[in-house]
């Protein structure tokens, strides 16, 4: 990584390593503040619970410092075992609170969809259907190149409904069937279903 912004920190004065919710941080304080960030979490978590607004950017978070983490872990050159073993703590501690945040109730439903990215030199539509919806996102099938952390446009065919939703994975069954999966972006109830009906009928 190569940039000439010093840390956001008041004081810090150490080089850019790597930015967190648009703010530039050194790796010690990358790590402080990841471990920071995660401990309230999880608080509030074990305490009163998220809303809708809190899940968005514990979401956001979980896959910003995740991402970032795994860079710095991989590509880091000067990189000491302590400071590897931070690295390494904090990605297996977001996808602890990754599998929180999935614990929602899922419910298996075809419904007609419109994907569409509009990404630069690579924008692309499909028709398509949903296999698994749950409160957050959906199982769809998709045979676009969609990597994850990118944003796509969902459009319901039979309500005309729209949501932004961003990209978690892709991966193939088979080669006439490619599996993704999406997390809506900002959007409550995007599937119109009585969820609490959903979790007592598991």
Same mark, same amino acid.
């Given at each position: 990584?190569?940039?000439?912004?010093?840390?956001?920190?008041?004081?810090?004065?150490?080089?850019?390593?790597?930015?967190?919710?648009?703010?530039?941080?050194?790796?010690?304080?990358?790590?402080?503040?990841?471990?920071?960030?995660?401990?309230?979490?999880?608080?509030?978590?074990?305490?009163?619970?998220?809303?809708?607004?809190?899940?968005?950017?514990?979401?956001?978070?979980?896959?910003?410092?995740?991402?970032?983490?795994?860079?710095?872990?991989?590509?880091?050159?000067?990189?000491?075992?302590?400071?590897?073993?931070?690295?390494?703590?904090?990605?297996? @501690?977001?996808?602890?609170?990754?599998?929180?945040?999935?614990? @929602?109730?899922?419910?298996?439903? @075809?419904?007609?969809?419109?994907?569409?990215?509009?990404?630069?030199?690579? @924008?692309?539509?499909?028709?398509?259907?949903?296999?698994?919806?749950?409160?957050? /996102?959906?199982?769809?099938?998709?045979?676009?190149?969609?990597?994850? /952390?990118?944003?796509?446009?969902?459009?319901?065919?039979?309500?005309?409904?729209?949501?932004?939703?961003?990209?978690?994975?892709?991966?193939?069954?088979?080669?006439?069937?490619?599996?993704?999966?999406?997390?809506?972006?900002?959007?409550?109830?995007?599937?119109?279903?009585?969820? /609490?009906?959903?979790?007592?009928?598991?």
């Amino acid at each position: 990584m190569t940039n000439t912004e010093d840390c956001s920190i008041a004081g810090c004065g150490q080089a850019f390593a790597t930015s967190l919710g648009g703010e530039p941080f050194c790796l010690e304080h990358f790590i402080s503040v990841c471990y920071e960030r995660l401990d309230r979490y999880d608080d509030f978590r074990k305490g009163a619970g998220l809303n809708v607004t809190e899940m968005e950017a514990l979401r956001r978070f979980i896959h910003e410092c995740t991402r970032h983490a795994d860079e710095i872990e991989h590509e880091a050159m000067d990189l000491d075992n302590l400071d590897r073993a931070k690295l390494l703590h904090i990605i297996l @501690s977001a996808s602890e609170l990754g599998r929180y945040l999935r614990r @929602s109730p899922r419910k298996a439903a @075809s419904i007609a969809v419109r994907l569409s990215s509009d990404k630069m030199g690579g @924008s692309w539509e499909e028709d398509t259907e949903t296999v698994v919806l749950s409160r957050h /996102g959906a199982l769809m099938r998709c045979n676009h190149v969609a990597k994850p /952390g990118e944003t796509i446009q969902v459009v319901r065919a039979d309500t005309g409904e729209k949501a932004q939703a961003r990209v978690a994975w892709q991966r193939p069954l088979n080669r006439d069937d490619v599996r993704i999966g999406v997390e809506f972006v900002a959007c409550e109830n995007f599937w119109g279903l009585d969820w /609490g009906a959903v979790e007592e009928a598991r």
